[in-house]
C-alpha cells in the first residue's frame, strides 16, 4: 500500500539522522504520526539535516 507523508522529524540528531519520522493528515486535517521510514544509509542521512 502506497500513502502520502510528509516528514515532521526525525530519530538521532538532524546532522546525522537515523530514520524519519512521517506523518499525514486525518480527517480533520491535523497531522497524525504514521511510523518511521527504514534505516537511512549513510549517505542519504546527511540530505535531511541539510534543509
Known amino acids: 500500500m502506497l500513502v502520502d507523508a510528509v516528514v515532521v522529524g526525525v530519530?538521532?540528531?538532524?546532522g546525522?539522522?537515523?530514520?524519519?519520522v512521517l506523518a499525514r493528515s486525518d480527517q480533520g486535517g491535523e497531522?497524525?504520526?504514521i511510523g518511521l521510514s527504514l534505516p537511512l544509509p549513510p549517505k542519504?542521512?546527511?540530505?535531511p539535516g541539510s534543509w
Open 31 to 33: 497531522l497524525r504520526w
Open 44 to 47: 542519504l542521512g546527511i540530505w
Open 11 to 14: 530519530t538521532g540528531s538532524v
Open 16 to 20: 546525522s539522522p537515523l530514520e524519519l
